[in-house]
């Protein structure tokens, strides 16, 4: 499905989110206190905005690895960052659930808008663990439910109706967009997914909301 839609992917986030998704991946990097020299996973990367949003920072002097699935999506990726002259970025094609990166690597992994996607997320959750070292800082950031009831029917109504018409025209794919709201729809509650965090290894699991829950970033601890 992300291979169907990568090629106008960017440009539906930019548009569906009125360009907040911008302002929601640079608070979820925020949250990542990289230091130097650090190396990070940028999971589920799809083009790279996340890792790229990292390795425009002034001060960053380390790493970062981009993993995804989809090698069209990487591919992406790859191009934007040769176009913005980055080098500090490695695409590497990678599966959440069984990750090919050795035990305590990274200093943070960084999950934007991939987990609802991947099957299990316990398993995925788990190696996101086993690769970090010790110390080492997981922050997700994940589509959520408003929990204002005002709020809440607007924004259903733009959900379930509004963003699929347009991203059905314009990525051309009848189904990713009527996907993501039913993927949101069945994703862990707030406290449950923190839950499934803890119970995978990772520490000090906390949570925060922005605009107005319309997305959800959570923060833990190896
Ligand atoms: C909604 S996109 C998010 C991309 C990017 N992180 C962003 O912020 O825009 C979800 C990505 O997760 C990837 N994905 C889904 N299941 C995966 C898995 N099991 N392992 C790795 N990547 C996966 C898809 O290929 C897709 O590129």
Not at 53 to 80: P, R, T, W
Not at 89 to 110: H, K, M, Q, S, T
């Amino acid at each position: 499905m992300f291979t169907a839609i990568s090629k106008r992917y960017d440009l539906l986030n930019r548009l569906l989110s009125l360009n907040r998704d911008k302002y929601w991946r640079k608070v979820a990097v925020s949250e990542l206190h990289v230091k130097n020299g650090s190396l990070i996973l940028d999971l589920c990367s799809g083009t790279g905005d996340v890792g790229i949003e990292i390795a425009m920072q002034d001060d960053f002097d380390g790493s970062i690895i981009a993993g995804d699935l989809s090698l069209e999506m990487l591919k992406i990726g790859a191009m934007k960052c040769q176009r913005r002259g980055i080098e500090k970025i490695e695409f590497v094609c990678a599966d959440a659930e069984d990750l090919p990166f050795r035990e305590n690597l990274f200093d943070g992994v960084v999950i934007a808008f991939g987990i609802r996607n991947v099957q299990d997320k316990r398993r995925a959750l788990t190696e996101v663990s086993r690769t970090l070292h010790k110390g080492g800082r997981v922050v997700i950031l994940e589509f959520g439910i408003p929990r204002n009831k005002l709020f809440k029917r607007i924004y259903h109504l733009y959900f379930r109706k509004i963003l699929p018409a347009i991203g059905r025209i314009i990525s051309g794919s009848s189904t990713a967009y009527s996907y993501l709201p039913d993927s949101v729809k069945t994703f862990p509650k707030r406290e449950e997914f923190a839950a499934l965090m803890k119970d995978s290894g990772i520490r000090d699991v906390r949570y925060f909301d922005l605009s107005f829950g319309i997305v959800t970033i959570y923060v833990g601890i190896k």
